[in-house]
């Protein structure tokens, strides 16, 4: 990867239902580009070969019928994987040397002078020298747990996603920019356009191509 050609790449992460998608939102709207590892995630969890695999572990108890045929149920995969931190090793195992595959290939065929990604584990994946600059998207926990029961969260799920993920203090010592979104959807909205009128100014390290990562 050519430091001088790539894009200027910022990495956006934040705890469940931190509003970190909503700031991602506020970004497209506004010009930028933003892709979701968790999108890039699911359709390799849908791939022919990853698919196999879960069944040959799980069985089809974890597949369902949907509109495009028999799949992987997500509800019924996060309940068996999020349960035990051995699956989610086992799970992290098959998606992960695909998913950044994929983002390195995005980096390697964009144009774009700006290219930013959604990765809600990045702390958590090492993947903090892939990037010139890392935003985090922060809310008090209380509030964060209303809004995922808000969401249809139930407790139990709640928990176990919270226990899979580093908290908002040991993240904000790792990444360049924390912003606090308990306030309103307007305010968040603001903070990106501020925050896109800084990127200019905001100088290119060396990065790590995501492929040469390790989990």
Do not use: W
Request: with cysteine.
């Amino acid at each position: 990867m050519l430091q001088n050609k790539r894009p200027f790449l910022i990495g956006i992460t934040g705890n469940i239902g931190s509003g970190k998608s909503s700031f991602c939102r506020a970004l497209v709207s506004n010009g930028l580009t933003v892709f979701s590892a968790d999108n890039i995630a699911r359709q390799r969890l849908y791939s022919p070969e990853v698919k196999q695999k879960l069944i040959e572990r799980y069985s089809t108890s974890i597949t369902g019928e949907f509109a495009d045929g028999i799949t992987i149920d997500n509800a019924k995969l996060a309940n068996i994987v999020f349960s035990d931190p051995a699956e989610i090793e086992f799970l992290n195992s098959l998606l992960h040397p695909l998913v950044l595959k994929d983002l390195q290939d995005i980096v390697d065929k964009c144009t774009e002078p700006v290219l930013c990604f959604e990765i809600p584990l990045l702390i958590e994946a090492n993947l903090q020298d892939c990037f010139d600059y890392i935003v985090m998207i922060s809310i008090p926990e209380n509030l964060r747990i209303s809004r995922l029961r808000e969401r249809g969260e139930t407790p139990e799920m709640i928990k176990m996603r919270l226990q899979n993920q580093l908290g908002d203090s040991v993240k904000q010592d790792r990444v360049d920019y924390c912003i606090d979104n308990s306030h309103s959807k307007e305010q968040l909205e603001t903070t990106a356009k501020h925050f896109i009128e800084t990127i200019p100014n905001l100088p290119k390290r060396t990065v790590k191509p995501f492929i040469s990562i390790k989990n």
